[in-house]
């Protein structure tokens, strides 16, 4: 399976951005998908991560009531919709694949397939 995220750029801080992620692939909608994000200088983190269904999701605090995941099996895709967004939000953002009928983890090592990432710039 492969994996393409879009939709990256600079915006101003307040503003809005929405990331896609695309998979290969012909059981996407059987498994768990998470958003992490590497700030510069940093280590990867936890943003969000939805389960295989769409019924459960998990945020991180620092995302919470300003991000929206969301999934879209027919289209195989994963969405990550950002509002509201501040200069700490800037980095690249990586789309990954989480466990089969998993649940919407937060660690780096409940995912095994990454996808090449697209750079958020938040302008303060």
């Known amino acids: 399976v492969q994996l393409q995220a879009y939709g990256g750029g600079l915006v101003q801080a307040g503003g809005s951005l929405r990331l896609s992620c695309v998979a290969s692939?012909?059981?996407?909608?059987?498994?768990?998908w998470g958003w992490f994000r590497q700030p510069p200088g940093k280590e990867r983190e936890f943003v969000v991560a939805?389960?295989?269904?769409?019924?459960?999701?998990n945020y991180a605090d620092s995302v919470e009531g300003r991000f929206t995941i969301s999934r879209d099996n027919a289209k195989n895709t994963v969405y990550l919709q950002m509002n509201s967004l501040k200069a700490e939000d800037s980095g690249v953002y990586y789309c990954?694949?989480?466990?089969?009928?998993?649940?919407?983890?937060?660690?780096?090592?409940?995912?095994?397939?990454w996808g090449q990432g697209t750079l958020v710039t938040v302008s303060s």
């Open positions: 939805i389960n295989w269904s769409g019924g459960y999701t």
């Open positions: 692939g012909r059981t996407f909608s059987n498994y768990a």
């Open positions: 990954a694949r989480g466990r089969d009928f998993g649940l919407p983890s937060a660690h780096l090592i409940d995912y095994d397939v």
